[in-house]
């Protein structure tokens, strides 16, 4: 069975940077968007940014223009790199298809962003 495993969370201050990775265990990005979702405290979980196979990428509209989203595809993983960060973005960062399936669901990876 597939897993994911994300990493690279941690405590940052305000404008700074962080670089999620999603690893697969399988070849689950041959056919499937992949995406990072975020969950703060309180909310509901929401879709942050998607990539294809091929490259396209797509952004909820906070992050555009701060997290690009890339892949790696020989290595099966995806990454978020968080750039301007601010204590808005203080949540649990999980990455799963999209749609989301919930076998695929971790414990993701938190990110803590304040002075």
């Known amino acids: 069975q597939v897993q994911l495993v994300e990493s690279g969370g941690g405590l940052v201050q305000p404008g700074g940077s962080l670089r999620l990775s999603c690893a697969a265990s399988?070849?689950?990005?041959?056919?499937?968007?992949m995406g990072w979702y975020r969950q703060a405290p309180g909310k509901q979980r929401e879709l942050v940014a998607t990539i294809t196979r091929a490259g396209s990428t797509s952004y909820e509209a906070s992050v555009k223009g701060r997290f690009p989203i890339s892949s790696d595809n020989a290595k099966n993983t995806i990454y978020l790199q968080m750039n301007d960060l601010t204590s808005l973005d203080t949540a649990v960062y999980s990455c799963?298809?999209?749609?989301?399936?919930?076998?695929?669901w971790g414990p993701g990876t938190q990110v803590n962003v304040s002075s």
């Open positions: 399988g070849s689950i990005f041959s056919t499937n968007v």
């Open positions: 799963n298809l999209n749609p989301w399936r919930s076998i695929f």
